[in-house]
């Protein structure tokens, strides 16, 4: 949520105002879709990372206010926490060498913001979830100092009406409370945009519902949170839980989460913007002066702030964007499944991996949404986050016979969707030796079992069979993490296990 916002009090009149408002952004947006207002295809992507601060003994660093005043640049703005960061990279035509330019935007960039950091004896780290983080670090008290979050935070909670209750039971149970959202902080992702035209976006979007389990199967990296072992990709359930504004007694009733899969597969932009007013009241009723419906009558392109900032605040993995460029409007389908990290070569690996598959799926004559259950496709998901590299997935079967079969996920990103993900860069116009390179990393960790989540435990275990304290086994991972990070390796290529004796714990 990057919008601008202003805390303040909201009265009864404020929220049926909103009401109004979304209803006729709502209307604007069908007119916009009806006249054929939105962009040309431009085969534009865009790219965002979220960014841990941590010091050179793995600790988190509560001092993003202070990094960003030395960084002095717009490509990084603060997030929720003040350990973290985010980093924004221009958009850029699918096409050519693609990845190969964008690793060395980011490889310059994030190594400037580390050096930056590096002054206030603080670093960069791309994770999923900082292991070192602890139930102190995440507390009101450590949110961001910007209005946003702090209304965000304020009506979230009112909301709920009672503390956040955390309980995640993966290879260990996590049980605890919050009095804030601040848990969701620990949660650090890569946001992937595609900007897509009316017509292809409901493809998109279903394509990217279908994969996404593959997605965190190959790219999970956030096994650990307040010293437990939880799930390989625990940041989907912590997220869910700690944004909760459903006390358990709306969520025995059916209420729909915020932070949400969804439930069904789309035929139209139109209908996932629909359900976001029509299931979620407004976090934030803020109304600006745009009448968009004189816009649009006076043959403007409006704003649909409102509608944009509601959007904002409801978490679906994959997030219909309404845009504005160069006074044209368009749509883009926000990918917000893969954690941060490993390093930037594993970032890039992901994204090529999204986008070849996605654009393979969205125009194949038998679509995988027509022969998936979506009921199968989010319990991919749900069991996706819990194993990882190991996880298994329903996935309906080719050929005359057809049929949905369960099968191992590793076997169906190597001998199903890599050759998708292939046949997709190619229709995008991506140079061989990128498309080759990147999906050659996923190949990879698919064949060795890797990926940064396993890396992660099996390291931490070999620490804990040596002697090593639970805590300094977590830090110790984090550092070793922090070197291989930093020297740019895929995570398939590190070797496990810490190099040299740690002290006990």
């Not at 997605?215 to 072992?229: R, T």
């Not at 007013?277 to 109304?287: N, T, V």
């Not at 140079?431 to 079992?449: K, M, N, S, T, W």
């Amino acid at each position: 949520m990057g919008e601008k916002v202003v805390a303040g009090p909201f009265d009864l009149s404020d929220r049926q105002r909103h009401r109004d408002k979304l209803q006729q952004c709502l209307t604007g947006l069908g007119r916009l879709l009806e006249e054929k207002r939105f962009d040309r295809p431009k085969n534009l992507m865009g790219l965002e990372i979220e960014l841990n601060l941590a010091g050179a003994d793995g600790l988190p660093r509560m001092l993003n206010a202070q990094v960003l005043e030395r960084i002095a640049s717009r490509d990084f703005q603060t997030e929720l926490a003040m350990f973290n960061l985010e980093v924004n990279i221009a958009p850029h035509r699918l096409g050519g060498r693609v990845f190969d330019r964008l690793s060395e935007e980011l490889r310059t960039s994030l190594a400037y913001a580390h050096r930056k950091a590096g002054e206030l004896d603080a670093g960069i780290v791309m994770i999923g979830i900082l292991p070192t983080l602890g139930r102190d670090d995440l507390v009101s008290s450590n949110l961001s100092d910007v209005d946003r979050y702090t209304l965000l935070n304020d009506q979230i909670v009112a909301a709920r009406g009672e503390e956040f209750k955390l309980d995640i039971d993966g290879v260990e149970r996590l049980v605890c409370t919050s009095g804030s959202i601040a848990p969701e902080a620990a949660c650090t992702s890569v946001q992937l945009h595609l900007q897509v035209t009316p017509e292809r976006f409901p493809d998109v979007w279903n394509a990217a519902q279908a994969v996404t389990a593959a997605q965190i199967a190959v790219g999970a990296n956030a096994p650990f949170l307040f010293g437990h072992e939880l799930w390989r990709e625990s940041r989907p359930p912590l997220f869910l839980q700690s944004t909760d504004t459903r006390p358990p007694e709306l969520q025995a009733q059916g209420v729909r989460p915020r932070t949400w899969f969804g439930e069904r597969w789309i035929s139209s932009a139109y209908d996932l913007f629909e359900e976001n007013l029509r299931f979620f009241p407004a976090l934030l009723p803020i109304c600006d002066d745009e009448d968009p419906l004189r816009v649009i009558d006076e043959g403007g392109v409006p704003r649909l702030s409102e509608l944009s900032l509601h959007n904002g605040t409801v978490y679906r993995w994959n997030r219909p964007v309404y845009g504005i460029a160069d006074g044209v409007p368009h749509l883009r389908v926000e990918n917000r499944v893969l954690p941060a990290g490993p390093t930037i070569t594993d970032v890039l690996a992901n994204a090529a991996f999204y986008y070849g598959v996605v654009r393979s799926l969205a125009e194949e004559s038998r679509p995988v949404w027509t022969r998936l259950p979506f009921e199968d496709a989010a319990a991919n998901f749900d069991e996706a986050c819990r194993h990882g590299i190991e996880a298994r997935l329903r996935w309906p079967r080719r050929g005359r016979y057809g049929g949905v079969v369960e099968v191992d996920a590793v076997s169906l990103v190597r001998d199903e969707l890599l050759p998708l993900a292939e046949a997709g860069l190619t229709a995008w116009g991506v140079e061989p030796a990128d498309r080759d390179f990147y999906l050659g990393v996923i190949e990879e960790r698919c064949r060795r079992r890797v990926n940064g989540a396993s890396w992660q435990a099996e390291t931490f275990h070999r620490a804990l069979e040596k002697g090593i304290g639970r805590d300094a086994a977590l830090a110790a991972t984090t550092r070793r993490y922090c070197e291989l990070m930093h020297s740019g390796e895929p995570v398939h290529s590190w070797p496990v296990g810490l190099p040299e004796p740690v002290p006990l714990g």
